[in-house]
């Protein structure tokens, strides 16, 4: 029996700044990745003011998919793909963020790659903002601690509404927007909001002031969005690392709800409309000055979203009493320990695929909407063997796993789900890293660390593995 019904979208995952390259062409500007060096395991990737031409940017290039894409998109034909996920850079449509008039050749290079992917009966699904933010709004502006990128977002996204919805139905606003939940990380705040603390700061306070102008900005987004088509679908897209209790201990309990709740805080105000009681008392409780305008309210109830997009690559365990001070770049938290009963990955990300069946039911039990996997993957090192091949089994075996349990939770479960796209369906940079090294992709792309290569692509095994998930439904894995 077929669990997963007949237009289930299967397809593949990434973000424009991660494999497009390109970075200046076309009369694009800079945003905040393109200021990010490259790091490695455990060692962070770093900001620097401005383009610096003797620093090594592993965005900059990327796969260059921005003059390869009919070949790529010929191969996600081939793999049969349903559905291709992918963003429009705002740095493309607006340079600085803050100009009248969009950049034609911008709009005109994803009408190609939107009606090429259509060409192949792919049907393209738009993250507006996948950390793309213009540098110049984070250097002049402050980032989203700015108010004034609440219109010059919501104009970017009519633009884009208006240029793309006959071709792209499916859409989300902000894609991880939950990431900076974690204010210890430096690059999370950042590439969510173009964002750095200052010493001044308070952390919490400028996280909830430059969350509710994301809010308020992914709101009107949804609102423009169904004005000018009513049918577009258009989602919210959080980070879904489940908190589990270390153990039955009521404190251990406690604290994951705790910490479960930052998980959530954004999809909750973006799927009811306003916000959850205990964000209202931790402003409250620590005097935290929002920005509040009157209408606020009614901007957040007239723009809910009309699914939940999210990414799930693993599962985190907090444990009461546990203080780690290390900055978290695996899902972890401060009171974060090791699972016993899961192992990890190369990069510490641990495998928990029945965390995804647990994650869609709570999602599905707390907000009662159509759920979207965007993002599943497992990041490892791949290499050619002496046969020329090369043979990701372990890439094969997380999805499988993870795929089984996707189904379980639709089929047993009754979980609505729309669709699925594994992350990095090609090799691309690393978002945490900015290693080509940690690889996602079902096509290999010959391109090092230090952006040596040919860029060449290559089918690995799990490409056709996945071709024939893909035919069957789900049914052969
Ligand atoms: C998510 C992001 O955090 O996970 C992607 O939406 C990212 O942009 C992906 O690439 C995997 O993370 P990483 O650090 O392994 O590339």
């Known amino acids: 029996m077929n669990a997963l019904p007949k237009d289930f979208l299967w397809g593949g995952a990434v973000a424009a700044h991660q494999f ?8 694009k500007g800079p945003s905040v990745v393109d200021v990010l060096t490259a790091g490695a395991h455990g060692v962070s990737r770093r900001v620097t003011e401005v383009v610096d031409p003797t620093e090594y940017y592993p965005n900059h290039e990327a796969i260059d998919f921005y003059n390869r894409f009919p070949e790529d998109v010929a191969l996600f034909g081939e793999l049969g793909l349903k559905c291709f996920r992918t963003s429009i850079q705002w740095t493309r449509i607006f340079p600085r963020g803050d100009e009248d008039e969009p950049n034609e050749e911008g709009l005109a290079f994803y009408d190609e790659v939107f009606d090429c992917l259509l060409s192949q009966g792919i049907e393209p699904v738009v993250t507006l903002s996948h950390f793309e933010l213009p540098l110049h709004l984070a250097r002049a502006y402050g980032g989203f601690r700015n108010r004034a990128l609440v219109d010059l977002f919501a104009r970017f996204a009519r633009v884009c509404f208006e240029r793309f919805h006959t071709k792209v139905r499916y859409w989300m606003t902000f894609n991880e927007i939950n990431n900076q939940m974690d204010t210890n990380n430096a690059l999370f705040l950042w590439t969510n909001s173009g964002v750095t603390l200052t010493e001044q700061d308070r952390a919490r306070e400028v996280l909830f002031q430059v969350a509710h102008h994301e809010l308020l900005a992914s709101a009107l987004a949804v609102r423009i969005g169904h004005e000018i088509a009513p049918d577009l679908q258009i989602g919210c897209m959080i980070s879904h690392v489940p908190v589990y209790p270390f153990s039955c201990d009521p404190e251990d309990v406690m604290a994951a709800q705790v910490a479960n709740r930052d998980r959530f805080f954004f999809s909750d105000v973006h799927v009811r409309g306003h916000y959850p009681a ?16 009157p209408g606020d309210e009614e ?36 009171n974060s320990v090791p699972n016993p009963h899961v192992k990890a990955s190369d990069w510490g990300w641990q495998i928990d695929p029945v965390g995804l069946r ?16 965007v993002e599943n993957g497992f990041g490892a090192v791949d290499e050619f063997a002496s046969d020329g091949e090369i043979h990701d089994q372990s890439r094969i075996d997380y999805l499988r796993a993870h795929i089984e349990q996707m189904t379980v939770a639709v089929e047993h479960d009754g979980v609505n789900l729309m669709g699925y796209t594994p992350w990095g369906i090609i090799d691309l940079v690393s978002f945490t890293t900015g290693e080509m090294k940690k690889r996602y992709g079902m096509i290999h792309v010959d391109r090092d660390n230090a952006g040596n290569g040919t860029l060449a692509r290559s089918k690995k095994d799990s490409f056709n593995w996945y071709a024939h998930v893909i035919a069957s439904n789900g049914l052969a894995r």
């Open 278 to 293: 205990y964000a209202l008392k931790e402003i409250e409780r620590d005097g935290y000055n929002v920005g509040w305008q």
């Open 299 to 334: 901007i957040l109830a007239a723009g809910t979203v009309d699914y939940v997009g999210f990414s799930y690559y693993m599962s985190t365990v907090v444990r009461a009493g546990v203080h780690n001070d290390e900055e978290s770049l695996n899902g972890a938290l401060s």
């Open 358 to 373: 647990y994650s869609l039911n709570v999602l599905a039990d707390r907000y009662e909407k159509p759920l979207f996997i």
């Open 20 to 27: 497009e390259g390109g970075w200046n062409a076309g009369g």
